[in-house]
């Protein structure tokens, strides 16, 4: 069974700090990892994906994100953020069940 | 700009009543998901289709919720008897392959019911 675990409900921090959305995941075969943003009211966008190779993934709008097998996480990242960042982020992992399973979200507020 | 088009938007329903929502997946996208998002952000996963054929579906033990795929016409999710805690947000996304690729998502279709 697979599961994503998305430690922090809300993130509050000004515009310009940088920050730090937490995913934990378990999965017991060869995963992806997603990323995905919702502003209010819509669906869901695409940030970024990692699936094997180089574990920092890039993704849009100066967003990255690490996978680390030995913690079973993959935290996205953002080293300046703006006001416009303001959405809930979702991580999200799928395997070759044809299923994707998605964490419970991280409502990020910034501040001006 | 999302290119899955969902229809409608919102849907306000009394408690029995059917409620149909559709979904024009991305061409070229032969995988279509449907998620049910609650009021607490949390998804649940309804079913997947890979053109026409269903690839996975929870256990809609109660059979209020039908879904299919047909060729040339938009996908749709259908409740035939609207309860109230079957108000949510409605997603449907596509994806070029069923494993392993992106998934674009359209606005959503909220439904109320009251």
């Known amino acids: 069974t697979q599961t994503v675990s998305q430690s922090d409900a809300h993130v509050t921090v000004f515009e310009g700090d940088s920050v730090e959305l937490r995913c934990n995941y378990s999965?017991?075969?060869?995963?992806?990892l997603s990323w995905y943003i919702q502003h209010h009211g819509r669906g869901l966008q695409f940030l970024l994906k990692?699936?094997?190779?180089?574990?920092v993934v890039q993704g849009v709008n100066g967003f990255k994100a690490e996978f680390s097998k030995s913690d079973s996480s993959f935290h996205l990242r953002k080293a300046s953020v703006h006001w416009s960042d303001s959405a809930v982020y979702f991580c999200?992992?799928?395997?070759?069940?044809?299923?994707?399973?998605f964490g419970d979200g991280t409502q990020l507020v910034v501040k001006p | 700009n999302s290119k899955v088009i969902q229809t409608p938007r919102y849907l306000v329903k009394g408690q029995g009543q059917k409620a149909k929502m559709r979904c024009i997946p991305e061409?070229?996208?032969?995988?279509v998901f449907w998620y049910q998002q609650n009021k607490n952000n949390e998804f649940k996963f309804l079913i997947n289709?890979?053109?026409?054929?269903?690839?996975?579906q929870i256990d809609m033990t109660e059979k209020r919720f039908s879904a299919e795929c047909p060729s040339n016409s938009p996908c749709s999710l259908e409740i035939q008897s609207s309860e109230a805690g079957d108000s949510a947000l409605y997603l449907c996304a596509s994806s070029r392959q069923s494993s392993g690729n992106t998934l674009y998502f359209g606005e959503g279709s909220r439904l109320i019911v009251v």
């Open positions: 061409k070229g996208h032969p995988v």
């Open positions: 999965y017991g075969g060869s995963i992806y």
């Open positions: 990692y699936y094997s190779g180089n574990p």
């Open positions: 289709f890979q053109n026409q054929e269903v690839l996975q």
């Open positions: 999200a992992v799928g395997g070759s069940n044809n299923r994707i399973f």
